[in-house]
């Protein structure tokens, strides 16, 4: 043996205590048991579904929103009509707006 | 005829592999979650692994967390165990509990900032260890300083005795790469404990 291996061989590691053995023994006992845990494959599997279904959920709703119209939008609608019929296109206005009848056809 | 060859060949070395893995007996017990298995492979294994893990981090506690969490592991992982793969059971331990302790040495890695870091002192505690020489103190406190890979390769070659294949098995790490890390680890040893030679009078 070198020097450096006589060295190592005097560093021995201590037995572990006597009590670990038991202390693993009774944490295996109350973890899911081995033969019911369910593997790590079939976790990855249900993680992936779960993920894909939310991704696709998030990507749907956005078109399934009604639009919404904001304040801003209520108060230009209301400055724009004030200022229609201020200039005298409130007729061509309305016109522009109501949607066509038969008679217009 | 060249394709039954080579079927009969590859059928006896897992005849080989299986029969050479000595805890496969324990397999089926453990698959079945039976306690009784899991003691017999603490009998057989644990004073190894706790040895590894000692080695690994020169802290007593730490080395039977480690040894709780690697053999637990393996508890949970029996039922999926691929029984015609490449490691044995042994072989499979070994790598959790190194890569345990290496995962363990980088979670406490300091992160720098302004406040003055918790002093760390690598020396084996006294009051855990019955009577160690101030040379195996040393020894250790030499390992701690080498990088993490470099003194899992010596753990794993000296004090474990394990095959230059195991070992690279048990790191994950090609032959070659598991013989240079042994290699640099060595050389690295030697200056550290030259450095303290004085009191070693090597």
């Not at chain 1, 023994?25 to 790590?40: F, V």
């Not at chain 2, 969490?69 to 015609?84: G, H, I, K, N, V």
């Not at chain 2, 790490?173 to 598991?178: G, I, L």
Request: charged content about 25%; aromatic content about 6%.
């Amino acid at each position: 043996m070198t020097d450096l291996e006589n060295m190592l061989a005097e560093n021995k590691a201590p037995a572990p205590r006597g009590s670990l053995s038991d202390s693993i023994l009774s944490a295996a006992q109350t973890m899911t048991p081995a033969n019911d845990a369910p593997s790590r494959r079939s976790r990855w599997a249900v993680g992936s579904i779960a993920a894909m279904a939310i991704a696709a959920f998030l990507v749907i709703q956005p078109f399934n929103q009604a639009p919404v119209e904001t304040e801003a939008e209520l108060v230009a609608a209301a400055e724009w009509e004030d200022l229609a019929q201020t200039v005298g296109f409130s007729d061509l206005y309305a016109w522009v707006e109501e949607t066509p009848t038969e008679e217009d056809s | 005829m060249k394709g039954a060859n080579a079927k009969a060949v590859r059928a006896n070395v897992e005849d080989n592999r299986l029969s050479s893995d000595p805890d496969i007996d324990l397999l089926p017990g453990l698959r079945a979650g039976e306690p009784a298995a899991l003691k017999t492979l603490m009998n057989r294994h644990l004073d190894r692994i706790h040895g590894l893990a000692w080695h690994m981090s020169g802290d007593r506690a730490l080395a039977e967390d480690v040894s709780q969490e690697t053999f637990l592991r393996f508890w949970q992982t029996a039922p999926s165990w691929d029984a015609s793969g490449n490691a044995t059971i042994l072989t499979w331990l070994r790598r959790v509990a190194t890569r345990i302790c290496i995962d363990e040495k980088r979670r406490k890695r300091p992160i720098y900032t302004d406040e003055v870091p918790e002093q760390i002192d690598l020396t084996p505690r006294p009051d855990l260890e019955l009577v160690r020489s101030d040379t195996a103190n040393a020894v250790q406190s030499a390992m701690m300083r080498l990088p993490e890979r470099q003194r899992a390769a010596l753990v794993l070659s000296f004090y474990q005795q394990v095959s230059q294949a195991e070992g690279s098995a048990a790191m994950g790490v090609s032959e070659k790469a598991y013989e240079s890390l042994l290699s640099r680890a060595k050389v690295k040893l030697k200056s550290e404990l030259m450095t303290g030679k004085e009191s070693l009078a090597l």
